[in-house]
């Protein structure tokens, strides 16, 4: 039940509680409900993450260069 919204999780803790075999609840009915339950279309998911890694240090001024230096290089007229 991961990935659902508060309410939906509300309905399905109120549904156990109100009809577990445990609590005095119908056995099959219990478990006519919690198929239903799962076979509900599962949530839209968000895009996925992107991370984008940013050099730091030596490494970032490294990176620097080597930009400006290909950008001199094809700018450059002979």
Known sequence: MSGRTPEERA??????KAHH????????AFVAGIQELK???PPTTDPPVV?????RGVR?????VNKW??????????
Request: hydrophobic residues 35%.
């Open 51 to 55: 991370v984008v890694r940013r050099p």
């Open 69 to 78: 230096w290909r950008r001199r290089r094809r700018t450059r007229v002979v």
């Open 21 to 28: 075999p445990d609590r005095g609840g119908d056995p099959d």
């Open 11 to 16: 309905a399905y803790r109120a549904f156990v």
């Open 39 to 41: 076979a509900s279309p």
């Open 60 to 64: 970032r001024i490294a990176v620097q």
